[in-house]
C-alpha cells in the first residue's frame, strides 16, 4: 500500500524516482534548490517543499539524491535539527566516509539513516530499472521495501550501514570497464568496415554481450551521446572515488586504472556533459591518427 515519501534532490535519479513514486500512488513531498525541478514535482502532482525543514514535517522516511559530500553534510544537519525522528535513506554515491559522518549525525539526533546506493543510470531509473543495495538497520530496510519496490526492479539487504557503498563501487567498476570495452569493440567493427546496427544487434546478443552494451553501444553506432544518462563529468567524480577507495585497500585494478585515462580524455575533450558512451569518440579519434 503506498504511503507519504519525502524526497531531497529532483535531479536525474531523484526527479525519476518522484515520478515513478507519484504514479503508484504515493504522496510525495520533495526539495530541491533549482525550482525548475521543484515545477516538474508540482506538475506530476507531487507538493514542492521551501525546504528540508517542510519536507521531514510532512513525511516520516525521507530519501536523499544529492551531488556532492558537501551537500550530504548539509543535509544530514539540516534533518538532524528537526525534532521527530525519520528514516532516511541515502542513496548518493560518495566517499564511504561521507556517507558514514553523515550517518553519525543522523543517528546523534534520533534518526536511522540507511545507506541505499543505486546500481542503474537515469534512464533505468525512469523505468524502474534500478537495483537498490540496502544497507543498515535491518528491520528499517525491510519496512522500506514496499517503497524501494515502487521505484525499483529489485532490493537487497547486504548488511551493515555503508554496505551499500561498497557494493556500489564493485558495481561501478564493473561499469566503467565494460562502458570502455563497449566502445572498444565498436572501434574495432568500424574499422573492420562491418554495419555498426548490425554489430549491436549480433553482439549484443552473444557471449559478449553486457548491459553496458546494450545500453551505450546505440549510442556509439549513432555517434550521439545525448541525452546524457550519465554525464562524463558526473563520472569522472564516481572514478575518483572507486580509485581512493581501492588504494585505501591496497587493492590493485589494472582494467579500471587503464579505463580511468579515457574517461579523463573524454573530460578534456569537452564532452563533460555527454553521456559516457562518449569514450567511443575518444577511441574512435586515436584510431583515425594511427
Given at each position: 500500500?503506498?504511503?507519504t515519501v519525502g524526497?531531497?534532490?529532483?535531479?536525474?535519479?531523484?526527479?525519476?524516482?518522484?515520478?515513478n513514486l507519484l504514479?503508484?500512488?504515493?504522496?510525495?513531498?520533495?526539495?530541491?534548490?533549482?525550482?525548475?525541478?521543484?515545477?516538474?514535482?508540482?506538475?506530476?502532482?507531487?507538493?514542492?517543499?521551501?525546504?528540508?525543514?517542510?519536507?521531514?514535517?510532512?513525511?516520516?522516511?525521507?530519501?536523499?539524491?544529492?551531488?556532492?559530500?558537501?551537500?550530504?553534510?548539509?543535509?544530514?544537519?539540516?534533518?538532524?535539527?528537526?525534532?521527530?525522528?525519520?528514516?532516511?535513506?541515502?542513496?548518493?554515491?560518495?566517499?564511504?566516509?561521507?556517507?558514514?559522518?553523515?550517518?553519525?549525525?543522523?543517528?546523534?539526533?534520533?534518526?536511522?539513516?540507511?545507506?541505499?546506493?543505486?546500481?542503474?543510470?537515469?534512464?533505468?531509473?525512469?523505468?524502474?530499472?534500478?537495483?537498490?543495495?540496502?544497507?543498515?538497520?535491518?528491520?528499517?530496510?525491510?519496512?522500506?521495501?514496499?517503497?524501494?519496490?515502487?521505484?525499483?526492479?529489485?532490493?537487497?539487504?547486504?548488511?551493515?550501514?555503508?554496505?551499500?557503498?561498497?557494493?556500489?563501487?564493485?558495481?561501478n567498476l564493473l561499469?566503467?570497464?565494460?562502458?570502455?570495452?563497449?566502445?572498444?569493440?565498436?572501434?574495432?567493427?568500424?574499422?573492420?568496415?562491418?554495419?555498426?546496427?548490425?554489430?549491436?544487434?549480433?553482439?549484443?546478443?552473444?557471449?559478449?554481450?553486457?548491459?553496458?552494451?546494450?545500453?551505450?553501444?546505440?549510442?556509439?553506432?549513432?555517434?550521439?551521446?545525448?541525452?546524457?544518462?550519465?554525464?562524463?563529468?558526473?563520472?569522472?567524480?564516481?572514478?575518483?572515488?572507486?580509485?581512493?577507495?581501492?588504494?585505501?585497500?591496497?587493492?590493485?585494478?589494472?582494467?579500471?586504472?587503464?579505463?580511468?585515462?579515457?574517461?579523463?580524455?573524454?573530460?578534456?575533450?569537452?564532452?563533460?556533459?555527454?553521456?559516457?558512451?562518449?569514450?567511443?569518440?575518444?577511441?574512435?579519434?586515436?584510431?583515425?591518427?594511427?
Amino acid at each position: 500500500m503506498a504511503g507519504t515519501v519525502g524526497i531531497i534532490g529532483l535531479g536525474i535519479m531523484g526527479g525519476a524516482i518522484s515520478n515513478n513514486l507519484l504514479e503508484r500512488g504515493w504522496r510525495v513531498f520533495g526539495t530541491d534548490l533549482d525550482q525548475a525541478k521543484q515545477a516538474a514535482l508540482t506538475a506530476a502532482g507531487g507538493t514542492a517543499c521551501s525546504g528540508i525543514a517542510a519536507v521531514c514535517q510532512n513525511a516520516p522516511v525521507i530519501l536523499t539524491s544529492l551531488p556532492s559530500p558537501a551537500a550530504l553534510a548539509a543535509v544530514a544537519a539540516a534533518i538532524a535539527a528537526t525534532s521527530s525522528p525519520r528514516i532516511v535513506v541515502e542513496t548518493s554515491t560518495m566517499a564511504l566516509a561521507d556517507k558514514l559522518a553523515a550517518h553519525d549525525v543522523l543517528a546523534k539526533a534520533g534518526h536511522t539513516a540507511l545507506d541505499c546506493t543505486l546500481s542503474g543510470t537515469g534512464a533505468q531509473a525512469v523505468h524502474r530499472d534500478l537495483v537498490v543495495y540496502a544497507s543498515g538497520d535491518t528491520a528499517a530496510i525491510a519496512a522500506q521495501m514496499p517503497l524501494f519496490g515502487d521505484f525499483a526492479r529489485a532490493a537487497h539487504d547486504i548488511g551493515p550501514y555503508g554496505n551499500g557503498t561498497r557494493m556500489k563501487f564493485v558495481a561501478n567498476l564493473l561499469v566503467a570497464i565494460h562502458n570502455v570495452a563497449a566502445a572498444e569493440a565498436m572501434v574495432l567493427a568500424n574499422a573492420a568496415g562491418l554495419d555498426p546496427g548490425l554489430v549491436v544487434r549480433l553482439a549484443g546478443a552473444g557471449a559478449g554481450a553486457s548491459r553496458m552494451f546494450d545500453m551505450r553501444a546505440p549510442m556509439m553506432a549513432a555517434r550521439s551521446y545525448t541525452p546524457a544518462t550519465m554525464r562524463v563529468s558526473t563520472w569522472q567524480n564516481d572514478m575518483d572515488i572507486i580509485g581512493a577507495f581501492a588504494r585505501d585497500l591496497g587493492v590493485i585494478l589494472p582494467l579500471f586504472e587503464a579505463s580511468a585515462p579515457i574517461y579523463a580524455e573524454a573530460l578534456r575533450a569537452g564532452l563533460g556533459d555527454q553521456d559516457t558512451a562518449a569514450v567511443f569518440a575518444v577511441l574512435d579519434q586515436a584510431h583515425r591518427k594511427i
